[in-house]
Nanobody, 121 residues
Framework: QVQLVESGGGLVQAGGSLRLSCAASGRTFTPLAMGWFRQAPGKERDFVAGITGSGGTTDYADAVKGRFTISRDNAKNTVYLQMNSLKPEDTAVYYC??????????????WGQGTQVTVSS
């Protein structure tokens, strides 16, 4: 089992920045790919960014490419999502997930509880 706890969400004005963190505990963290997903009210949970276990490969949804950066510190069992140039349409609950490298939520068996990000215009 892997337990994931997100932090760092909040309210920010458009154009601002936030950094989300996801701390993992339980089984070995390093081999697991990590992903960030988000879900806005009334919408499906969408892929945002993913990173391989080594951190050597990253992937981003087109909507966030160039604005968001995913990274991980395996010594701290933590994955980050740096979000810059935030837009109102980035408003959502952001979830951290652990599993295999994929843009599909079903490929991630472990999920955090989510953290709210609200971007005001």
């Amino acid at each position: 089992q892997v337990q994931l706890v997100e932090s760092g969400g909040g309210l920010v004005q458009a154009g601002g920045s936030l950094r989300l963190s996801c701390a993992a505990s339980g089984r070995t963290f390093t081999p697991l790919a990590m992903g960030w997903f988000r879900q806005a009210p009334g919408k499906e949970r969408d892929f945002v960014a993913g990173i391989t276990g080594s951190g050597g490969t990253t992937d981003y949804a087109d909507a966030v490419k160039g604005r968001f950066t995913i990274s991980r510190d395996n010594a701290k069992n933590t994955v980050y999502l740096q979000m810059n140039s935030l837009k109102p349409e980035d408003t959502a609950v952001y979830y951290c997930a652990a599993g295999v490298v994929s843009r599909t939520a079903a490929r991630y068996p472990y999920w955090g509880q989510g953290t709210q990000v609200t971007v005001s215009s």
